[in-house]
């Protein structure tokens, strides 16, 4: 290693320096919208780089009061978890089989299943609006999850394959070997043995349910509409209302991305598709 | 059970579902691609409810194919996406080399970095064409206002002066006109989806060959040749991967474009199947199959260059 180990001064001093200026970039954005979230509206348009201000809390409490927060919120929370189990629970089972059972179908299976998410939603839209408001669906609960189960499913079943290939099949024939049944494998070997894998997979789908917009918004009024409702909503045009449009825009990404930072290294592991080695 | 079975039983309910996700909508699409079916006709009120007697055969696709915004529409989105691939890869290797070798910071610069790729497309597109890059009101004015002052303060500089007086007062640009928007969309999708590209391309780093760099450091390797002939072809199949992801997510764009310009000068098919979808049902279908054998095409070339290495 110590061959490798730069002692140049690009390795010293300019590297962590590029580095930390990247990453500020990258966040800057993020951070202003922040900041602005915590000006008045007056402040906010202000014609000048505003640092400094005097912060308010006024707009997260206007958007508490008057845009109901929490019930977006809610159903976001609520849409989300149950469509990521609802996703596991039936591509668990599915992955298991391709990875441990492969057949000649399998690949083109796959690749089918990930076709179904090039179909561009707003082609078929206007078939599922009229489809689900004659069964009575429209803006619910059931609907939005059963929506963005749908439309993970693909990435989560490509996502756990590629983990569970990774499982050294002896373990599994070896379990065979002492009586344990199709479930109990699932449960007492594949799961503990691809527990990293399946949380990675749990928290990329999770993220992506959280951010759907084009259908929640669209197949919902008020029953069961999620945050990307609320900010498609409230996206004030015109820059006059800047403090209140942070406000609930950061309210809405506020969550999502601390649950990010606090699963970063899972994250990594699952965004790779384990193809990455 | 044997053992044949039990497999085909547990995928039963993923490929039925999904099945049945694509079927029944592309189905209905496929009708009303087929009919002539408009919400609000008073002329014709038969056209208004979907019924086989409203047949209209290729018309719609005829209809769709004249009009003067399809084939903007489709080079649009593949100019949006491919930009995008091209973007995000570029910089994504990059800044993957830049901070993969350990620095102080290291972690807190990773989590800086990640960040965009949680924030929600709608939030990301009001965020950056209001508070960013509105020519007014956005931090571009601030900065092309910052520039333009250091330039008038340089122009009075002594020795130099005439140097800057050569130089233009510079112009915000604004991003909602019609030759601009579809760069504010690149450039949003870009910062929120380059972070994907960095997290992958990292993770592959650190699985790179060291007992290889070192030998090459040894033969008197230079970091280029290193970087070119070693980093690169380690990180192809990652590359692959993240085009593949990325692909399939830009072409279908929406949100983005109905929010930086509501399609003004920078239509793609998805949303040109939403205009068409306020009132002629019939037209929005068809383009809905036109965009769902553009997204075959692409996807064929997607699967050719990736499906290989996935199955290994």
């Known amino acids: 290693m110590a061959i490798v180990a730069e002692t140049s001064r690009f390795s010293k001093v300019s590297r962590p320096v590029l580095a930390w200026i990247v990453g500020l970039l990258f966040f800057f954005p993020i951070f202003w919208m922040i900041l602005t979230s915590f000006k008045t509206d007056a402040d906010a348009v202000k014609p000048e780089f505003l640092l400094f201000f005097t912060p308010t809390l006024d707009n997260y409490l206007n958007m508490t009061e008057n845009y109901d927060y929490w019930r977006f919120a809610t159903n976001s929370v609520i849409t989300s978890v149950f469509a990521t189990l609802f996703t596991l629970f039936v591509g668990i089972p599915c992955a298991y089989a391709m990875a441990f059972n492969p057949s000649r179908a399998t690949k083109d299976v796959l690749m089918w299943m990930l076709s179904t998410k090039m179909l561009p939603a707003a082609a078929v839209l206007y078939p599922m609006t009229f489809l689900t408001k004659s069964l009575g669906i429209f803006d619910t609960h059931f609907l939005i999850v059963l929506v963005l189960s749908l439309i993970n499913l693909p990435i989560v079943v490509w996502m756990l394959f590629t983990y569970f290939k990774e499982i050294p099949k002896d373990i599994i024939e070896a379990g065979k070997m002492d009586g344990v049944n199709t479930w109990g494998e699932v449960k007492e070997i594949l799961i503990p043995l691809a527990w990293g894998g399946i949380a990675s997979t749990a928290l990329l789908c999770f993220i992506f349910c959280w951010n759907e917009a084009y259908w929640t918004v669209r197949l919902t009024t008020t029953e069961a509409a999620t945050l990307s409702k609320l900010i498609e909503g409230n996206r004030a045009p015109e820059g006059l209302f800047f403090g209140r449009l942070s406000a609930v825009s950061a309210a809405a990404v506020g969550p999502i991305i601390v649950l990010g930072w606090f699963c970063q290294k899972q994250l990594v592991q699952g965004l790779t598709f384990g193809a990455v080695k | ?312």
């Open chain 2, 1 to 312: 059970m044997s053992d044949r079975k039990l497999p085909r039983l547990l995928q039963t309910p993923a490929v039925v579902l999904l099945l049945i996700w694509m079927l029944i909508p592309l189905g209905m699409t496929l009708y009303f691609s087929f009919i002539r079916y408009v919400l609000n006709s008073l002329r014709r009120p038969e056209w208004t409810s979907p019924s086989l007697s409203n047949w209209r055969g290729f018309g719609n696709y005829q209809f769709v194919l004249n009009n003067k915004d399809f084939l903007f529409a489709i080079q649009n989105s593949l100019v949006i996406v491919c930009s995008i691939l091209f973007l995000t890869v570029i910089l994504g290797v990059l800044i993957a080399v830049l901070i993969n070798k350990s620095f102080p910071g290291q972690g807190i610069v990773r989590v800086l970095l990640i960040s965009p790729f949680f924030v929600m497309p709608a939030v990301n597109a009001v965020l950056w064409i209001n508070m960013i890059l509105d020519p007014v009101l956005g931090l571009q004015g601030l900065a092309v206002g910052g520039i333009n002052g250091v330039i008038t303060s340089l122009q009075n500089a002594p020795g130099v002066g005439w140097f800057f007086s050569l130089w233009p007062q510079l112009e915000p640009i604004s991003f909602r006109a019609t030759q601009t928007s579809a760069y504010a969309v690149i450039i949003m999708v870009t910062w929120q989806w380059t972070p994907f590209a960095v997290l992958i391309f990292m993770t592959s780093l650190q699985s790179e060959d060291q007992q290889q760099k070192e030998a090459a450091v040894l033969d008197g390797a230079s970091t280029w040749s290193q970087f070119r002939f070693l980093t690169l072809p380690h990180l192809s199949r990652p590359i692959a991967i993240v085009v593949m992801i990325q692909a399939i997510f830009h072409l279908s764009l929406y949100a983005e474009i109905e929010i930086v310009s509501r399609g003004n000068g920078n239509k793609n098919l998805p949303y040109l199947i939403g205009e068409f979808a306020n009132n002629n049902i019939g037209a929005a279908s068809a383009t809905g199959i036109f965009a769902v054998i553009l997204a075959n095409i692409v996807a064929i070339f997607l699967l050719r260059m990736i499906g290989k290495t996935l199955m290994e």
